[in-house]
Nanobody, 116 residues
Framework: QVQLVESGGGLVQPGGSLRLSCAAS????????MGWYRQAPGKQRELVAI????????ADSVKGRFTISRDNAKNTVYLYLQMNSLKAEDTAVYYC?????????WGQGTQVTVSS
């Protein structure tokens, strides 16, 4: 069983930065994809960034501002999302995602609020 635990969300002013982390533990044989999604109030969940080795894809709305990265430790896989130049429209719950086809896993989500 795979567990995904996000951290790093919070309240930040417009123009600020946050770094989200996701720790994947359990049966962490190689995932064919890991990424971040977000869901704002009243909106559908949307892709933010995803690593499908060797390809990295970003939503157009975050290109040039967000950077996704992955680090494989001994028993844990870490996924990060560095978010810079944050805007009010980035406010959402951010979810970590992992896939080993045909299975997918989601974290519990972490709230990011961009407000002055």
């Amino acid at each position: 069983q795979v567990q995904l635990v996000e951290s790093g969300g919070g309240l930040v002013q417009p123009g600020g930065s946050l770094r989200l982390s996701c720790a994947a533990s359990g049966s962490i044989f190689s995932f064919d994809a890991m990424g971040w999604y977000r869901q704002a109030p009243g909106k559908q969940r949307e892709l933010v960034a995803i690593i499908t080795n060797p390809i990295i894809k970003y939503a157009d709305s975050v290109k040039g501002r967000f950077t996704i990265s992955r680090d494989n430790a001994k028993n844990t896989v870490y996924l990060y999302l560095q978010m810079n130049s944050l805007k009010a429209e980035d406010t959402a719950v951010y979810y970590c995602y992992a896939r080993r086809a045909p299975y997918t896993w989601w974290g519990q989500g972490t709230q990011v609020t961009v407000s002055s």
